[in-house]
């Protein structure tokens, strides 16, 4: 999506748990056999270097503060976040708090839903195929994942192409 129609959405719903959909073409090693065995599934990979994407459906909010979540004030309260905050680590603010300008690229802040446990869908492709995670970890850089024991994060930066679509 583009920055706008993202920051469009985001106003008119401001606060509010929204369903996204994230794509990603992510990031493969160089050197990568012709075919290889991953478990019982022997994958081959002819001419090009294999598309690898990802797509994730997640539950946000956009347009809060960050500073007045409960979960930041609670952080702060018992010492597990800094006392004050430290800003963007990279980048700009174009319009706070929805739209982060980096390099010439476009980038949505979004944060946690609220009020709701729930954990993301995620589903990978292999040159427009879907399969498993364990078929394309093995071609993608280690980066390209999260660690399983990284808490979620209080809030995210992502690309504004990577959007593929809001779902009110």
């Not at 606060?15 to 990603?24: E, M």
């Not at 309260?77 to 004050?84: A, I, K, M, S, V």
């Not at 869908?121 to 078929?135: D, F, R």
Request: proline share 5%; net charge negative; charged share 25%.
């Amino acid at each position: 999506m583009k920055i706008e129609e993202i920051k469009s959405v985001i106003k008119s719903h401001k606060g509010q748990n929204l369903s996204v959909i994230l794509g990603k073409q992510l990031k493969t090693r160089k050197r990568i056999l012709d075919s290889a065995m991953i478990g019982d599934n022997e994958i081959t990979i002819t001419g090009e270097a294999p598309v690898v994407e990802k797509v994730t459906s997640i539950v946000i909010r956009g347009g809060v503060e960050y500073d007045n979540q409960k979960v930041v004030m609670e952080g702060r309260d018992d010492g597990t976040l800094p006392e004050e905050n430290a800003g963007l680590p990279w980048g700009q603010w174009v319009e706070y708090p929805f739209h982060i300008e980096h390099k010439g690229s476009d980038y949505a802040r979004f944060y946690a839903a609220s009020g709701l446990s729930f954990e993301p869908k995620v589903e990978y492709y292999l040159n427009g195929e879907l399969t498993t995670k364990a078929i394309v970890e093995p071609l993608c850089l280690a980066s390209e994942f999260r660690k399983s024991d990284d808490p979620m994060p209080l809030c995210m930066t992502i690309k504004a192409d990577n959007v593929k679509a809001i779902v009110l």
